[in-house]
């Protein structure tokens, strides 16, 4: 296996340079930065078909260190989630309780007051994915977005791989700033052992804005067991993440089953801190094709966001929809899209053609012309939403 041949050529690298006393200069920044990069990446793509259930839970404590070490209490309910990937095949959920779910549908269906943002307590939602497409299913909400090739704001940002500090899919992952490192982009240091008698090794990068801080673990192949990022200009930490506990599985793989995330943490009083816990895993998990199956409500709205482009399904009835029809999915509501505006535009220029020269617009054609900015109206709105989605 080639993490397993990778694993034991970058053992025996360490032996010969890899310790706190890094000054002599053995093994360059730029070696080891090169070999982390490497090993980290063969250790997270040896997850290709892998099932997890695993909760995202609010906790609490007095100081963050002691959330970092482990001790905390648990408050409010979990959201429950779950990863299937099979390859290019992804099916992700992330789900609130009954509770945060019905105070998030009251909260929603008050009157509001112009444009103002709502903060919710929690919104649940569903997706599959395959390759560069994605459809999303908020239950909460009652939305549907499907996401096409080149659009980044979709994605998976909690997983025992990502407690929402790497972006969408891992897209800011250690390895990137490490490359970035070796490219020139990044000023990256290899610091050496985390501590005496400790088999962890860390790792700076610097940017004009943010230091990052990675922490990695040999003797678990690399696996990321650490991370933190600092504001350059007010030397505050953002976040800082630990994992607590990991599993081994076949091949020298390790599956953090326990990580907590501490925001702010330098904020006193103030800080906010989240766990993450696998509750069910298999490795090794052969998916069936209904595991990728996502039903949509009947006559719900699906939207391409920041196109105008966009269907409805079924008026009586939900459709299924697996990672296979997504492509067809999105030239459905390009098409609709364009029909629609083609039959606007058809009426519009009727109407003004029907009226004798130097007539007044009548109210029809007054009508069509404020139809078509209305349009133009949600195609922002459907931009305001998917930046409020990538954001939040």
Known sequence: MKIRRLIAGLA???????SSSFADDQVTDSAAIAAIAEAYTAHRESFPDVFIRFTWTRVTAVT???????HYSKTGDPKNGLLIVSGDRVRYELTCSEGDEARTRTKLQRPGKGREEVQVPCSSLAMIGKGSYALQFSTTSKIANLFSPGDPRVGIRVSPFNLDTMGSNEASSPARYLRDCLTGRFIGEYLGAVGAGSSELSVGVKSDRFRHHFIFDPDRSYM????????????RRLYQVRVLEAKECSGSRWLPIRAVKVQNPE?????????????????????????????????????????MAWTRTDKEQAEQFGPADLKALHERCVSHG?????????AAKAAAESQPPNTPVTAKAFFLWVNLAALAVAAAGIIVY????RRR
């Open 12 to 18: 025996a690298f360490a032996s010969l340079g890899w």
């Open 64 to 70: 963050p260190d002691e959330v970092l070490s482990g």
């Open 224 to 235: 990321l067991t650490g991370a933190s990022t600092t504001d350059v200009k007010t030397n």
């Open 267 to 307: 904020a006193a009083g103030s800080f906010i801190a989240f766990e993450m816990a696998v509750q069910e895993y298999d490795a090794e998990y052969h998916a069936p094709d209904s595991d990728f199956e996502l039903s949509i409500p009947p006559d719900t709205q699906i939207n391409v966001p920041a196109q």
């Open 338 to 346: 364009e029909q629609y505006l083609e039959r606007q535009k058809a």
């Open 386 to 389: 998917a930046t409020w989605w």
